[in-house]
């Protein structure tokens, strides 16, 4: 229960619940301190759900919280639990991914690497979309954190009314516009840059596209944040010539950094389930280019960047990269326009929304259950 995307969920979730009174019981294999110096905060280990592998750790992780909540369940007011996580009736379902859908993607890793590795994908994949479809009509509430997600839901046969919406959220104290030295980061000065910041050893992300279109997008430069080892993208850019302004700059923790220096966002995801990294781009006031395929990406408003239909359109994709450039030389509009959106979502915001759920089921003064 720690670190970003569902981890902070459940972080902020549990933390805001113990504030307000509730004592809360997290079945988990790992807990952020800051959540166990709550007093009312119980913490019930859980094998790890990675080892030996995510397949095989999952499942682990899933039979004993469910052991579990048949054991004691009746103890708590509330259970909370997170996709597959426990095969156990619960009150509400926080949905993450819809493994249903990612497996018939056009970019599911078994599509693209024909190796061991993609055939354990295709089995991990196969496995949880056949548990979903059990484990889902059980929740009384399903909680998608994406509109996507919401949609997905609905393909696989969820009731629309059985499903609400509540975004991640960003922590805008962290990632917030301001100065940064271009120099030390290893950028160069005086010319518009877009970041890009996600996994380059697969084409989920769209950096082919962005890669293609920057022939048509002159003197734009991009700012790439990801491992580069096994990245077939720094060849694509000595083949097509536009290696002197793509910036491979490797794995990177100074993210929040990166975006001050950068003059707007650039992420035509093929595949997300929701970006946290919309979110922080968006905190950081930087507008954005995003795609329909990205989860998340209906945050994104005109006033703060642009949301294509078609993650592989590379000519849409260098027309909107000049007018982002042209647009954030001249005007700061755009900018205050994504930090507004941002600020509207802090993690604490999404958190009382949860409670607000809570309070709708009728459980105002539950003792929840975190899974």
Same mark, same amino acid.
């Given at each position: ?27 988990? &294999?790992? %807990? ?15 094998? $790890? ?41 619960? $009150? ?11 497996r018939t993607s056009n970019v599911h890793d078994s599509k693209i690497r024909r190796d061991v590795k993609g055939m354990y994908q295709w089995v991990y994949s196969k496995v949880n979309a ?14 998608? %954190? ?42 160069? $000065? ?6 890009? +910041? ?14 293609? +279109?920057?022939? /048509?997008?002159?003197?734009?430069? !991009?700012?790439? +944040?990801?491992?580069?080892?096994? &990245? ?9 010539? %536009? ?10 923790? /100074? !993210? ?53 239909? /078609?993650?592989?359109?590379? *000519? ?20 205050? +326009? ?21 309070? *709708? ?11």
């Open positions: 229960m720690k670190g970003e995307g569902q981890g902070r969920v459940n972080l902020e979730l549990a933390r805001l619940s113990a504030q307000h009174g509730h004592t809360i019981t997290c079945l988990a &294999s790992d %807990v952020d301190n800051r959540l166990l110096m709550e007093p009312n905060v119980e913490w019930v280990p859980m094998p $790890d759900a990675n080892a030996p592998n995510a397949l095989l750790g999952n499942l682990r992780f899933a039979q004993e919280s469910t052991s579990w909540i048949q054991e004691h369940g009746q103890d708590v007011d509330l259970i909370v639990a997170n996709g597959a996580n426990t095969w156990a009736p619960v $009150d509400v379902n926080i949905i993450h991914f819809v493994h249903s859908a990612w056949n548990i979903e479809q059990r484990v889902l009509p059980r929740a009384r509430r399903l909680v998608a %954190v994406s509109e996507k997600v919401k949609r997905e839901l609905i393909h696989v046969g969820c009731p629309p009314e059985n499903i609400s919406v509540i975004h991640n959220g960003v922590d805008a104290t962290e990632f917030h516009p301001g100065p940064a030295s271009r120099q030390q980061l290893g950028l160069p $000065d005086g010319v518009p840059i877009g970041l890009f +910041a996600g996994d380059i050893r697969t084409p989920r992300k769209g950096l082919d596209t962005v890669i293609k +279109a920057l022939p /048509d997008a002159k003197g734009i430069h !991009i700012a790439v +944040a990801g491992r580069i080892e096994g &990245s077939p993208f720094p060849q694509m850019c000595s083949e097509i010539g %536009v290696a002197d302004r793509v910036h491979f700059l490797g794995f990177r923790s /100074d !993210i929040p950094d990166l975006m001050r220096a950068s003059d707007f966002f650039v992420f035509p995801s093929r595949y997300e389930a929701c970006s946290l990294v919309l979110l922080e781009a968006l905190g950081s006031g930087l507008p954005i280019l995003t795609a329909q395929s990205a989860g998340g990406a209906e945050l994104v408003q005109s006033s703060a960047g642009v949301v294509i239909d /078609d993650p592989d359109d590379v *000519t849409r994709v260098a027309v909107e990269l000049r007018r982002l450039a042209a647009e954030t030389r001249t005007s700061d509009s755009m900018s205050r +326009a994504a930090r507004r959106i941002a600020e509207n979502h802090s993690w604490n915001g999404m958190a009382r929304k949860y409670l607000s759920l809570f309070d *709708t089921l009728s459980i105002s003064s539950c003792e929840p259950s975190f899974v």
